[in-house]
């Protein structure tokens, strides 16, 4: 059935918030049919109301707003005579700069999808044929529903951002354009059914979901996958995927695949290649136990025209701890992966995001390098290159708020999870932020977009 976020028809609805330096970007709908209605933003600091502005759009700006403390908004409508007609739920906020073009925020106390979570998370970005952009992201709370993924599009080439739809259940959602529809591979919930949704109207309405593998659980172990690369190569649509879960302390890596010209929601169009099984005794470069084994694969096509998958490798008890990446060989659809190797890689203990530029055939890598002693340090956001997928070098830090004396430390911030395009010479990315009072630097409270311009340079 289709999927379409729609108030109902007495309610207001906020849809998107995007916090800035003393700004707030507001985007509402509602279903009231009442001629003469007038509507406000009405926003409190400790339940006191600081300002009460009439809006005649359904898309504002708040302006003049005190950075660094969290308020609340409401929008409410009324009648001529100042009768309340109808009013939002309280949305809360904090404003404060923010790198980037804020595309989507959840203030961590923000309960209104606290079924499926508290955290924006998992973001993913593709052009349509249009020329629009597509931004989804899910919302995660532990051992939460982590049911729900919020769709966002521009049509100025990602400088201004609009709420599209919300698909549910869909989590970890991978989006791709394909002959006048967009995709959108996901699971239904953390180690779920893995899914596909098809969207014919641009990602404001959705078909689905149909299911490709049957979900597993936390307990057992599960499908997994993330918002990686979708690979088209040798007349197939590619991605990765995994089985196990944090639970069972291993991941095995696999990949699904579909032939071009098929139905993509027939599910016997869809051929896995079973899992690969961690062997410890047959890694080389890495010695000691991987507690997770290997997450969130990036299928590309090497320079010999062989298809690999480099993956996030969880070595915190291994040595070293980090610094290797691991890299599987496909060698059919309907096949086991081979092992290949450990790869020195800026960034394996987080997922990183790797694609091979139409430019100059090089590879490009997005990545959290670790520079301090935390091993779960992701304050910084790296744009790495590779002539071969096996040595990597730096071209330059997107972000690093590690070195530039930023009130929050690492265990508060994060520019994780990207997923990124080329756009002639820049890359498009989109990034899970956690910034200015995020619960952790894990559980994120923003989705930015950056454009990384001359990124061969």
Not at 155 to 167: K, P
Request: aromatic residues 10%; contains cysteine.
């Amino acid at each position: 059935m289709p999927h379409r976020s729609v108030p109902t028809a007495d309610g207001i609805v906020v849809t998107r918030l995007a916090p800035n330096d003393q700004t707030l970007q507001v985007s509402f709908r509602h279903g009231l049919q009442l001629s003469g209605a007038r509507f406000f933003a009405e926003v409190r600091e400790n339940d006191a109301l600081i300002l009460r502005q009439e809006t005649d759009s359904c898309d504002f700006v708040l302006t003049g707003l005190p950075n660094g403390r969290d308020c609340s908004l409401r929008i409410v409508a009324e009648a001529g005579g100042g009768a309340r007609l109808a009013q939002s739920c309280d949305r809360l906020f904090r404003t404060n700069f923010v790198p980037g073009v804020v595309v989507a925020y959840l203030h961590p106390a923000d309960r209104t999808f606290y079924d499926s979570g508290t955290a924006t998370c998992s973001p993913s970005i593709c052009r349509l044929e249009n020329g629009d952009l597509l931004i989804s992201h899910d919302i995660f709370r532990g051992n939460g529903g982590q049911n729900l993924t919020h769709v966002y599009r521009s049509r100025d080439n990602g400088t201004t951002w609009e709420f599209a739809s919300a698909v549910s259940p869909c989590f970890w959602g991978s989006l791709f354009p394909h002959r006048g529809a967009v995709y959108m591979l996901a699971m239904s919930t953390e180690y779920g059914a893995l899914q596909i949704f098809r969207s014919d109207d641009g990602g404001d309405s959705w078909i689905g979901p149909v299911v490709l593998i049957e979900g597993g659980s936390r307990e057992a172990g599960g499908p997994h996958k993330a918002p990686m690369p979708v690979l088209f190569h040798a007349g197939r649509i590619w991605t990765a995927i995994e089985f196990g879960s944090w639970t069972t302390e291993m991941h095995c890596p696999g990949a699904v695949s579909a032939d071009e010209n098929a139905d993509l929601m027939d599910p016997s169009s869809w051929v896995c290649t079973g899992f690969l099984p961690y062997d410890q005794s047959a890694v080389t470069g890495v010695t000691g136990k991987s507690k997770g084994g290997t997450i969130e694969g990036n299928l590309v096509v090497a320079p010999n025209g062989e298809l690999v998958d480099l993956l996030r490798f969880s070595t915190e008890l291994c040595e070293p701890s980090y610094g290797k990446a691991y890299l599987t060989r496909v060698t059919a659809p309907d096949q086991m992966m081979e092992f290949v190797d450990t790869v020195d890689f800026p960034g394996n203990l987080t997922k990183f995001f790797v694609l091979k530029s139409p430019a100059d055939g090089r590879y490009y890598a997005l990545s959290n390098p670790v520079t301090t002693a935390n091993l779960h340090q992701r304050n910084i956001l790296r744009l790495s290159v590779s002539d071969d997928l096996l040595h990597w070098t730096t071209v330059r830090d997107i972000l690093n708020y590690e070195d530039n004396c930023f009130g929050e430390d690492s265990k508060k911030v994060g520019f994780q999870y990207p997923s990124f395009l080329f756009d002639g010479d820049d890359i498009l990315a989109a990034v899970r932020t956690a910034l200015n009072g995020a619960e952790n630097f894990h559980n994120a409270n923003h989705i930015t977009f950056h454009r990384i311009r001359n990124y061969a340079k």
